[in-house]
Each structure stands twice: as structure tokens, then as C-alpha cells.
């Protein structure tokens, strides 16, 4: 190899390289938001056993304020700031969507990353044969 093609190859490597990083930062993205929906279903089930109890609500950034909790009925965010009555049941399943949807976009990330390494040994090896 020329020293033209040196920097060109040294250039793509750096490209792939950047672009598998995005795609894992991506990836670790998505498996919080899984982590989090799961962890936000599995608290769902709670509700219902504490109607009638008090509970910390909270207002923000770490601030929270002892409320009772009257009803199992969620006001559910349904997109543009709509929010709209919701059991708890039909709440995990709006949850459960998410979830799937959050899985499909894992396993595209993953095809991506999966492609650009192809890639990525195919250049190297023609590197290699030249």
C-alpha cells in the first residue's frame, strides 16, 4: 500500500470504528429503556395493593410529597402531552408495546453493527491482499 492509500484505509477504519460506538451507545440506550418499562410493570402490580395507603409522588428531580393513593386509575401520557384514564391492566399493556418496539429497534442496531463489521473485515482482508 502507497501512502495515499495508508490514509485512506486509516481513514475508513476510524469511520467504522466511530460508527460501531454510536450504534453500542444506541444499543445501551435502548437496553435501559427495556430496564426501565420492566421496571415500571413490575411496580404497576403495586398499585393495587396500595390504594388506601400513603405513597411518596414524585414532583421532580428527587423531590417528592406524601400523598394517599385514592384510585387504581392512571393518567397515562398517550403522546403531544394527551393524557388519558387508564386501568392498570391496560396500562402494562400500552407498557408491553413499548417494550416490544424498544426490542425491535435492539435487534436493528444489532443488524447494523453486524454490517458494518462485515464490512469492516472485508476492507481489512482487501488491505491485507494488496
Known amino acids: 500500500m502507497g501512502k ?36 415500571l410493570s ?7 395493593n396500595s390504594i388506601g395507603k400513603e405513597v411518596l409522588a414524585p414532583l421532580g428531580r428527587g423531590i417528592f410529597v ?15 402531552r394527551n393524557f388519558v384514564k387508564k386501568s392498570v391492566p391496560e396500562t402494562k399493556e400500552i407498557i408491553e408495546a413499548q417494550i416490544k418496539k424498544l426490542y425491535e429497534i435492539k435487534k436493528e442496531l444489532g443488524e447494523k453493527i453486524e454490517e458494518i463489521n462485515e464490512e469492516l473485515t472485508r476492507i481489512i482482508l482487501e488491505a491485507q491482499e494488496t
Do not use: C, P, Y
Not at 406524601?66 to 403531544?80: F, I, R
Open 66 to 80: 406524601e400523598t394517599e393513593l385514592l384510585s387504581d386509575k392512571l393518567m397515562v401520557d398517550v403522546g403531544g
Open 42 to 48: 413490575l411496580g404497576l402490580d403495586e398499585v393495587k
Open 4 to 39: 495515499n492509500q495508508d490514509k485512506e484505509f486509516l481513514f475508513k477504519l476510524s469511520m467504522f470504528e466511530q460508527q460501531i460506538q454510536h450504534l453500542q451507545q444506541q444499543l445501551q440506550a435502548v437496553d435501559e429503556g427495556i430496564m426501565d418499562m420492566n421496571s
